[in-house]
């Protein structure tokens, strides 16, 4: 019998930085003088009007088409599958090349949550987690290894692509809810799989390429980066990438958080804090986030909710309180309804805006906490072999 040899599939510059698209066209033999001319176009075409293929690049010749052609693509992740909840909220699983010696394609979740006036894109960094919170189902999914910025970045192409977000674009054509306005991604959160800053400058690079004022041109105060807590890389991210902060915080005290975001054991709430009140541009107009998980009996107290406030105490901040969202085999529940507005009032009083989330794709699993890809889903024999290998 004859072993079948996978055949590399030709990259992809879709969600590639200038500099690994100079690079690729110094491999097909684009003269140095002429690079950044020719990046530029690519960069337009890319991520100004969505080329998915070199075809339509009208600006540059037959001859530079074709080169491209033969060495590359303008593929997106592929679509696994697609969800559309009953509100509209879409998830996509999302299937990625293989790297090194894996021995099948990683995947990854995406969700696109549209409201009236805006939508929301939530793209992950990492497939799989390493945290193992304890109240998150992507936390029972094993680490696989971290995205590439392009991997990233190409999140955003996908969704793009798929509700009609570039220029002459029409949407979907499923009927599905989409917001009245120019731009149908209007807020990009790294708030899907995986811890961003674990993956720092891969999820760095990858908001450069959204942030570029030549091509997505995503505000960076419409950028929010998620963190469970990775201290000594918040100041960090503040000077290098300079988008919002939000913080997964989930309690008001050490021994509940150690439970909860267990990453709580090496960086305490004292030094996450600390680092809070540091966060580069720190100010009224660039508040910080506070996620808070409502579960009920756990963290839910009132007397929790002025502790809360006493932590938060003179950082510029907005405290997201977030129903919890079940997945099967979870440890909790969702706060009553009654308690959580309780709640909120304590925080509302003391001067702090606390927006309940309302919970988006509950119904697809695609809600926060919620999603988990089916790349952790191996046999034992699989893992007996992957084992054997490592």
């Known amino acids: 019998m004859t072993a079948t040899i996978d055949t590399p599939a030709k990259p992809s510059l879709a969600g590639l930085g200038r500099e690994g698209l100079a690079a690729a066209l110094a491999s097909i033999g684009v003269p140095d003088k002429q690079l950044r001319m020719r990046v530029g176009q690519l960069w337009s075409w890319i991520y100004a009007r969505g080329a998915t293929s070199f075809e339509q690049l009208s600006d540059v010749s037959k001859e530079l088409r074709g080169k491209l052609a033969e060495a590359y693509t303008l593929a997106r992740p592929e679509i696994a599958a697609e969800q559309v909840s009953e509100d509209g909220t879409r998830k996509w699983l ?25 939508g929301t894109l939530c793209i992950s960094s990492q497939v799989g987690c390493t945290l193992t919170c304890s109240f998150c189902h992507t936390g029972t999914q094993r680490l696989v290894r971290n995205l590439e910025p392009a991997e990233i970045a190409g999140q955003i192409l996908l969704a793009r692509d798929r509700i009609g977000d570039w220029p002459g674009a029409t949407g979907p054509g499923d009927g599905g809810l989409l917001p009245d306005a120019e731009r149908k991604i209007t807020n990009i959160v790294l708030m899907g799989m995986g811890e961003p800053l674990y993956n720092f400058e891969n999820v760095r690079d990858a908001m450069g390429v959204a942030a570029d004022g030549d091509g997505l041109a995503m505000s960076k105060r419409r950028i929010t980066l998620s963190t469970s807590g990775v201290v000594p890389e918040i100041a960090r991210w ?54 808070y998980v409502m579960l009920k009996g756990v963290n839910d107290s009132l007397a929790e909710a002025k502790a809360l406030v006493r932590l938060v105490a003179g950082i510029p901040a907005k405290i997201n309180l977030i129903p919890f969202n079940p997945w099967p085999g979870a440890p909790y529940e969702c706060s009553d309804w009654e308690q959580i507005e309780k709640f909120a009032e304590i925080v509302n009083r003391a001067g702090y805006a606390s927006p309940v989330r309302t919970p988006r794709g509950r119904d697809i699993m695609a809600a926060c906490g919620q999603l988990k890809s089916a790349s952790s889903r191996l046999t034992a024999r699989e893992r007996s072999v992957e084992a054997a290998s490592s």
């Open 94 to 118: 999302l299937r990625l090349e293989k790297r090194g010696h894996e021995r099948r394609a990683p995947e990854i979740e995406t969700v696109y949550i549209p409201e009236a006036d805006r």
């Open 238 to 291: 503040g000077a290098e990438a300079g988008t919002m902060l939000a913080i997964s915080l989930h309690a008001t005290n050490d021994a509940l958080r150690d439970t909860l975001v267990p990453i709580n054991r090496k960086y305490p709430i004292a030094e996450l804090m600390a680092a809070c009140r540091a966060y580069p541009g720190l100010s009224n107009a660039r508040r910080i986030t506070f996620e």
